[in-house]
């Protein structure tokens, strides 16, 4: 709440709560607990009036809370890589080399940071969505999944975490003809 504050004072307390994904008699509560803490002054009569701002107070709890929240996301971060790179060591250990990712998303960026220690080669990228063929992801363009057989990998990884399960029946066909494919 103390983000939309900042950046939207003339939201009312209905559209934070929107934003937010809470009732607006909660988002009330909470606004009523931050002008209760000084965090949040309020100015104007009316509810169409109503201007929100951030006092001192307010600005440095938003800050304590930002800095709270980078961490944990860099430690979350941190975490699946580390985690994605034992999963990819694996498969190198099996013998594996050559990996197309199949899913460019953000799971898929982490996925390939982890291969950089593994030994493995991500000789491409591949996903169904068209609006990203064509776009880099990192060093290599996202191409169609049709291509996946000219890039002669060992294995295909689904990096994608949405519908993991109807790409891997999807890759089925190449399976029967000998080519590895893992869930990430």
Known sequence: MLVLIKDHPWMSQHSMAKKMGITSAMANVYMQALIGKKMVKVEG??????????TPKGKKR????????????????????KE???????????????????????????????????????????DNDASKHGKNLGEIEVRLPECIEDLRPDAVVITALGHPDEIYRQLLPLKEKGMVIKKL
């Open 45 to 54: 009569e009316t509810n169409r009036q109503k201007r929100y701002f951030l």
């Open 62 to 81: 938003r800050r304590i809370l930002l800095n709270e929240y980078i961490t944990g996301v860099s430690d979350l971060y941190s975490t699946c890589k």
């Open 84 to 126: 994605f790179e034992q999963r990819l060591r694996a498969l190198y250990q099996k013998g594996l080399r050559r990996v197309v990712f199949f899913g460019a998303a953000e799971t898929c960026e982490i996925a390939c940071q982890a291969a950089q220690h593994t030994g493995l080669e991500i000789v491409g990228i591949v």
